[in-house]
């Protein structure tokens, strides 16, 4: 999964990608909130 930096750069790994461009930084967020709830 490319982030956001990949397909500025229109990078191979960007442009092969079937996820499209930002969902590196929302899966990443999701994944933070979910740590973070299983902490409290």
Known sequence: ??????YARITYEAMDSSYAQGSAETVAAKIG???HSLHT
């Open 1 to 6: 999964m490319a982030e956001a930096q990949s």
């Open 33 to 35: 909130t979910l740590l």
